[in-house]
């Protein structure tokens, strides 16, 4: 076997590590307790909120930690029966929905051609998203096939609906669509 300059200090600090650890434990020395106690004074005094995990149709159970009117903490609800308090990686990073210094915080929109963002209205960006899917609907409308069959629907728009929002929105979400007669529609939700 031959060994990297690299995996040779990879190694020799892993031995270390686990030899400190190992002595630590060894004298009695657990961290488990420590770890508890960090967490208890991390979430003293917040108000425990019950909540569902939005990333997929299972529903896991949280508990969301407010305190201050701030989330201070989200975790997995040990007294649900479906996830016994556990939760999958991106359930266990639901908190970087609400605090995450990356997130947009307004709207922005890039006109054709442009390089830059604009920042715009809430308003505005709804009123310009119907009257593209308006416009875009009266183009491409088609009410019969060739053959004469009714059909009432548009091709050239398509819909995604992603599963960080819950089935109740999706499936409202997928009626809208099949109302103005989108065919394309597509859920990661699978309503």
Not at 60 to 72: S, W
Not at 169 to 185: L, T
């Amino acid at each position: 076997m031959e060994l990297s300059r690299r995996d040779f200090l990879r190694y020799a600090a892993g031995a270390g590590a686990g030899t400190a650890l190992g002595g630590l434990a060894g004298l009695g020395l657990a961290l488990a307790p420590a770890r508890a106690a960090a967490q208890a004074l991390r979430i003293k005094e917040s108000r425990a909120v019950p909540s569902i995990c939005p990333f997929c149709a299972v529903g896991c159970a949280t508990l969301i930690h407010v305190k201050n009117g701030e989330i201070i903490n989200i975790e997995g609800d040990p007294r649900s029966p479906h996830n016994e308090g556990t939760l999958c990686p991106k359930g266990a990073a639901i908190l970087q929905l609400h605090k995450n210094p990356n997130r947009p915080t307004k709207v922005l929109h890039r006109k054709p051609g442009a390089a830059d963002w604009d920042v715009v209205s809430m308003e505005w960006a709804l009123g310009r998203v119907a009257e593209l899917v308006a416009t875009t609907r009266d183009e491409t409308f088609v009410e019969r096939m060739p053959n004469g069959k009714l059909v009432n629907m548009t091709p050239a728009i398509f819909h995604l609906g992603g599963a960080t929002l819950d089935s109740e929105f999706n499936h409202i979400a997928q009626k809208f669509c099949r109302g103005i007669g989108m065919v394309a529609i597509e859920n990661q939700a699978r309503i």
